[in-house]
């Protein structure tokens, strides 16, 4: 499998990650704007899966950058 290729899967892997991760962060906030304005705790649960979301996506970028170096270098 040609370096070409290999960068290709990454890039694919990065463009699938950035897409779930504005899917569910959009559909998330979408939910919150059903959510009554005194309910407090339903507000915090709705920003903290969004962050969750994020937080994970960024560890998944991570681990994307280290793959990408890997397939450079080796």
Not at 5 to 22: Q, R, S, Y
Not at 25 to 52: C, P, T, W
Request: hydrophobic share 65%.
């Amino acid at each position: 499998m040609s370096l070409l290729h290999k960068l290709a899967i990454v890039l694919a892997a990065f463009v699938a990650l950035l897409t779930v991760v504005i899917w569910s962060a959009l559909r998330e906030r979408r939910m919150g704007k059903s959510i009554a304005h005194d309910d407090v705790a339903s507000q915090q649960a709705s920003d903290a899966r969004v962050l969750a979301v994020i937080f994970s996506a960024i560890l998944g970028g991570m681990i994307l950058a280290f793959l990408t170096a890997w397939i450079i270098f080796f």
